[in-house]
């Protein structure tokens, strides 16, 4: 079996909500941007009063969400590989 066939096989046999996606597994935390866009849009949209500022407001939000996202990812990794080893084995 040659490769690309074995990578259609795959892509076929996958089970979403079960597996990682193919071909997603390394680029996977730049769906963040995407996600915090439509978020934003979908919320703005209800919310906005004047429609000449949705778009400012969208950009505002979007930032806002991948700014927390970042910053819980950093607290993260500092409570795991910096805080977490200095505490007692005991």
Do not use: C
Not at 26 to 33: C, F, I, Q, S, Y
Not at 46 to 67: E, F, K, N, S, Y
């Amino acid at each position: 079996m040659t490769q690309s066939a074995a990578h259609l096989m795959s892509t076929l046999a996958w089970t979403p909500f079960l597996q990682p996606a193919p071909l997603v597994q390394v680029w996977w935390w730049l769906l963040v941007l995407p996600m915090a866009l439509g978020v934003a849009m979908s919320y703005k949209s209800i919310r906005t009063h004047d429609l000449a500022r949705w778009p400012r407001d969208v950009a505002w939000m979007t930032t806002q969400i991948v700014g927390v996202i970042v910053g819980i990812a950093v607290g993260l990794y500092l409570l795991v590989l910096v805080v977490l080893p200095l505490l007692p084995a005991e």
